[in-house]
T-cell receptor, first 110, second 112 residues
Framework: QQPVQSPQAVILREGEDAVINCSSSKALYSVHWYRQKHGEAPVFLMILLKGGEQKGHDKISASFNEKKQQSSLYLTASQLSYSGTYFCGIPGHSGYALNFGKGTSLLVTP | NAGVTQTPKFQVLKTGQSMTLQCAQD?????MYWYRQDPGMGLRLIYYSASEGTTDKGEVPNGYNVSRLNKREFSLRLESAAPSQTSVYFC???????????FGQGTRLTVV
């Protein structure tokens, strides 16, 4: 089942902060985050695992709330290079392939 | 490092034609996936292969077939293309299910 992301889009000035949310209707064991720049392939940012372990990017942080079945991605002191579409993904019922949300478009302006 | 390679990068088909999208990875990954991406819809899973020799349907499998030819290669076939299959197709691979996925550069397919 597809996770729900919010907001759909956000525009920031360089240096500002943003939060992107991802929620699921089913229990979460892990959440993946990817970023896709226009015309390019999605690129891995991080994985959050049940229990709090986080693997991935060192300048972007995220939280994982198992009880609320949601994850949030925190982009602090945004840079122009942060622009793109952010997707969260959660493993399907098989535990293998990811089901992605519809994405959050982030534009960072000078 | 090649990573995940998809061919072709662009393709135009006429309705009813068939074609196969090729995908190969050189990272010795066990799992491979096919997604389609349409504006406003995110990435939707078509088929996946958890390991060599196995394939399973994803969210939108109708109109597609797949073959896991060997550990490296996972192809997607459109038997009779329809305009609704106009999309960008991404192949991805990962070591196993719940690990970092690597995506190919995509195939932009237009069915007229």
């Amino acid at each position: 089942q597809q996770p729900v992301q919010s907001p759909q889009a956000v525009i920031l000035r360089e240096g500002e902060d943003a939060v992107i949310n991802c929620s699921s209707s089913k229990a979460l064991y892990s959440v993946h985050w990817y970023r896709q720049k226009h015309g390019e392939a999605p690129v891995f940012l991080m994985i959050l695992l049940k229990g709090g372990e986080q693997k991935g990017h060192d300048k972007i942080s995220a939280s994982f709330n198992e009880k609320k079945q949601q994850s949030s991605l925190y982009l602090t002191a945004s840079q122009l290079s942060y622009s793109g579409t952010y997707f969260c993904g959660i493993p399907g019922h098989s535990g293998y392939a990811l089901n992605f949300g519809k994405g959050t478009s982030l534009l960072v302006t000078p | 490092n090649a990573g995940v390679t998809q061919t072709p990068k662009f393709q135009v088909l006429k309705t009813g034609q068939s074609m196969t999208l090729q995908c190969a990875q050189d990272m010795n990954h066990n799992s491979m996936y096919w997604y389609r991406q349409d504006p406003g819809m995110g990435l939707r899973l078509i088929y996946y292969s958890a390991s060599e020799g196995t394939t399973d349907k994803g969210e939108v499998p109708n109109g597609y077939n797949v073959s896991r030819l060997n550990k490296r290669e996972f192809s997607l076939r459109l038997e009779s293309a329809a305009p609704s299959q106009t999309s960008v197709y991404f192949c991805a691979s990962s070591e196993q299910g719940d690990t970092e996925a690597f995506f190919g550069q995509g195939t932009r397919l237009t069915v007229v």
